[in-house]
Each structure stands twice: as C-alpha cells, then as structure tokens.
C-alpha cells in the first residue's frame, strides 16, 4: 500500500511518540528489582562522577536498544510507512528504506522523549529556599477585649 509524504509523516510522528511511551514504559517497570538496579544503577544516585558518566551511557544505550527493538515491531506492523517510497525515491533498496525508517523511528522517539521531559525533573529548576522578611508592628488582643470591641462597636 502506497502513502503519501505527509500521511507517512504523521504515522512516524504518532509511531515514534508510541515508541517513546512504550520505552519510558518498559524501562520504568524493569527498573524496580534490586538485581537490575546493580547492572543499571540510577546516574542521579552516584556521587562519583566517573561513575554517574557509566551510568548515564549505559542508561543511554539500554534507551536506544528498547526504543530500536520497538521500532522493529513498529515497522513488522506497518509494512507501508517507508520514508523513501513515501518520497517517490527510485531505485533505494527495500533493506535502505527499512533502515532508515527504522532510524528515523528510533532517533525520533529519542527527541520526543527529550521534548516530553518537563524542566521539573531537573534538580536546576527547583527554586531554592529564599528567607522570608515581615515588617510591621505586631500587637496581641485578648480574646474578652476583642468580643467587647466587637460588641461595642455594633452597637
């Protein structure tokens, strides 16, 4: 089946942002036991920095290998959505076309991901404690007073 650019378009976008849940998704409820936890520990956990850079790189690459298997089932699923076909490109072989949608797929649910993330999981974007300064004078009211103030000034 034959789509036109724009229609393959949105598919990838819609595809790629499914494979970005999915990835967030699978990777979440892997994270959990211990056992995975001392392969994959959390980068924001170490205070080594050598350590922390591992981490992160091995979090990256897990990232990239989920979202390039999803791709691969995304694309098993789709046997129509090919960017170089969708693009009238003769003469690109079937394994190129797959290949770079493949790519496109999973480097596109890596920038969905990153535009998803929101400024609050950064430790930068909490605000920090800022001292709070009252002026002013401060008088106490016995409860009787006030109630004959209130009383007196109805009247």
Known sequence: MNHDGISVTAMIVLASFAIERLKAGVLFLVSGPESWQKIF??????????????????????????????AMAALSLLPGVRILEALGVQGSGDLLDFALTWLVLTA???????????????????????QIVITGDLQLIDKNDALKRGSAGAS
């Not at 981490?55 to 990239?64: D, G, I, N, P, T």
């Not at 596109?108 to 800022?130: E, V, W």
């Open 41 to 70: 520990p959390d980068p924001a956990l170490l205070q080594n920095g050598r350590e922390r850079s591992r981490a992160q790189r091995k979090v990256k690459v897990l990232e990239f290998v989920v979202a390039g298997v999803l």
């Open 108 to 130: 596109g649910a890596d920038q969905l991901g990153d535009l998803l993330k929101s400024r609050s999981d950064s430790a930068d974007s909490i605000p920090q404690p800022q």
